[in-house]
């Protein structure tokens, strides 16, 4: 009898701090309006749930914004800005296009279908290369937004030219940055080598880190996404040992976009 008077007094002790602390965060507020205006979620006030009475008992009830919350971390640590955010497989449109375009359209959704079961394995990458404006950014973009947000998976986006602009301008943080791309879940490399005036952007030094990086990944079986406007031909010239990694990594899931520039490319062509 003794320990449920205590077992009760305990539980009452934590529903009078709930309480208590429900009614601070509505204090300060002194109508409706304001108090939608202060908060990102008016719902729970931000604090991820709130007192709900339910046949007469309160329970804590987390609030349905903790998904949101959760998404929006990742989204923000994946370095994808909002107008990237917006590339989704349903607004990727297939239908009159090239056979390539469709092609990496399937490749890129089969991908994301099969992540679960390949992740971990060697084979668990992929690569769309070719044709510049044939949609590769943006269905490996898909792929991360929906990794990120139907499967919870930290995808880190590095668009190659400004982030090796980036590491350059920030030694300091140089270990730091590589590390995170050695380390994230998913590392997404947009535009690989990316040429100037016909010749690809391959310095020794870019070379050297992205293959520090890339070899890492590959050791330890975590995925790549990587477009590129060379093909793997030209990615094992640059660099051999990078080049053949990269393939094996991505060899079940690759798409080499090359033909007819006025039917591949959509800034040229009529891209719906």
């Known amino acids: 009898m003794g320990t449920n008077n205590r ?16 009614a601070q965060s509505s204090v300060v507020e002194s109508d409706a309006s304001e108090k939608k205006g202060e908060y990102d979620c008016p719902t729970c006030k931000d604090e991820l749930g709130y007192l709900e009475n339910r046949d007469g008992i309160e329970v804590w009830v987390r609030c349905k914004c903790v998904e949101w919350r959760r998404i929006r971390k990742l989204m923000n640590s994946s ?32 991908y994301y279908r ?18 510049p404006g044939s949609g590769k950014t943006h269905l490996l973009t898909a792929i991360s937004n929906k990794l990120i947000k139907s499967k919870n998976v930290p995808v880190q986006y590095f668009p190659y030219v400004e982030g090796f602009n980036d590491l350059k301008d920030d030694f300091e943080k140089l270990e730091e940055k590589l590390q995170r791309m050695k380390e994230v879940d998913v590392l997404f490399i947009d535009d690989l080598f990316k040429p100037l ?23 330890n079986h975590k995925p790549i996404l990587i477009s590129s406007e060379l093909d793997i031909e030209q990615l094992v010239q640059i660099d ?7 393939y094996e990594m991505c060899e079940d899931y690759i798409v080499i976009i090359k033909g007819d520039r006025m039917k ?9």
Not at 81 to 101: S, V, W, Y
């Open 114 to 131: 099969n992540f679960d079961s390949i992740k971990n394995k060697r084979k668990n990458s992929i690569t769309l290369l070719g044709q």
């Open 197 to 219: 005036k016909g010749k690809p952007r391959a310095t020794d030094w870019q070379v050297e880190q992205t293959y520090s990086v890339i070899n890492y990944r590959y050791l």
């Open 7 to 22: 077992t009760d007094k305990a539980l009452e002790k934590i529903l009078e701090k709930l309480r208590e602390r429900s």
């Open 79 to 110: 370095d994808i800005t909002a107008e990237f955010e917006k590339l989704q497989f349903k607004n990727f449109f297939t239908e009159g296009k090239h056979d390539l375009i469709v092609e990496a359209y399937d490749c890129a959704v089969d």
């Open 240 to 246: 051999e040992a990078l080049g053949t990694r990269i």
């Open 264 to 272: 591949l490319n959509h800034r040229l062509g009529d891209w719906k």
